[in-house]
């Protein structure tokens, strides 16, 4: 039996709701996917990255595997990089101000964005379009600014959850900063979005945005927000600045390696947002009684792995993880780390290594006894140590690099 256009779009909608959070509202996304079909046009979905870092991660990717499923659909994602708008970077969620970016930094770490988002997205011309909101805010002018300015309150922005707080601890709020949900909306009208993909932290910006529409006339965008993806931690946000991330261009190893790593607790987020699996496989894999945790796991990490390698892959990672593991030998293939013969300081040679994303970083797993060379223990964060040609530094459970003199 043909299925209705009601039908379809019901599924359709369905479909987009799977790792939903809050939807803005599924009447009117139902509503606008009835008209395009109807009309046989593609809705305009918005995705803005601000590039303040320089790899896109699994966090990302919820939203961006949502916009596939919609690409899927015939319809096109307007990816904008915000290098306009890294300049002040965005304080949802954040305690402090950001600080800025250089526009050198910025551009770099957008030609990543786009290339890495790539992995996920159809890149075909009729499926995505790339924009940088600086095309569109660079030009505006103060009467433009003063004219953006009035489409909000002050009332509104110190009611956000963290400028509330900031302001009750008495932490500083720059003004940029309460420009930045402004900036973000404006995108939106710059573009005409028909519908906007976000975090839970993004729920005040893409709702402005929403309000910013209609009070320049144009139909609301819809806004779809997702959960916030947990890091390996398994209590912040996946972030590169918190070493808590899996990069959609880690290698293999690495990748099933950080997978394996995350806290039981995390699997059913992980399986629900960052795979297409029925709930009730997941229900099955994620319970201890039917499937052992660490079954579960590998699982999970060679599908992720599947995904951005491929089945060989995810094949030799899982062989890999047992043979370094379970067995608890080095790994085969390991980074080399290039340092001159002699002594270097214990936090430098992490740092050399990139096996830590700050000296702080690199001081915690040292007193967290998760740092050896050689199998020697290092305990002291200002000890000295002799390298050689062939020693084998290790850095918590997944991190391994041979030494080779530079």
Known sequence: MTESMEQTIARQVALLQRGCETLYTPEELTARL????????????????????????????????????????????????????????????????????SLEEIQKNARTYIDQAGLILDTSAEK???????EWLENLRYADMLGITGMATVQQMIARENFKKRLEAGREIVITELLYPLMQGYDSIAIRADVEFGGSDQTFNC????????KKNLPRQI????????????????SKSKGNYVGVTDEPNDMFGKIMSIPD????????????????????????????????????AKRIVTQYHSADAADAAAAEFDRVFAEKKVPTDMPEISV??????????ILTADFAPSKKEARRLIQQNAVTLDDEKITDINANVTVKPGAVLKVGKRRFGKITEG
Not at 340 to 349: F, Q, S, V
């Open 34 to 101: 009835t008209a395009a079909a109807k009309e046989g046009k593609q809705l305009r979905l918005k995705y803005g990255m601000d590039p303040t870092a320089p790899d896109v991660h699994l966090g990302h990717s919820v939203q961006l595997r949502m916009l596939r499923r919609l690409q899927n659909l015939g319809h096109r994602v307007v990816l904008i990089i915000g290098d306009y708008t890294a300049m002040i970077g965005d304080p949802s969620g954040r305690d402090s101000t950001r600080p800025m970016l």
């Open 128 to 134: 995505l379009e790339v924009r940088r909101n600086s």
């Open 207 to 214: 709702l402005l945005g929403r309000d910013m529409m209609a």
């Open 223 to 238: 806004v779809l927000i997702t959960p916030i993806l947990e890091g390996l931690d398994g209590v912040e946000k996946m």
């Open 265 to 300: 607790k995390l699997m059913n987020n992980f399986y629900t947002l960052l795979t297409d699996l029925p709930a009730d496989e997941i229900a099955t894999l994620t319970n201890p009684d039917k499937t052992h945790p660490r079954q579960a796991k590998a699982d999970l």
């Open 340 to 349: 001159p013969a002699g002594e270097i300081n214990i936090i430098d040679l």
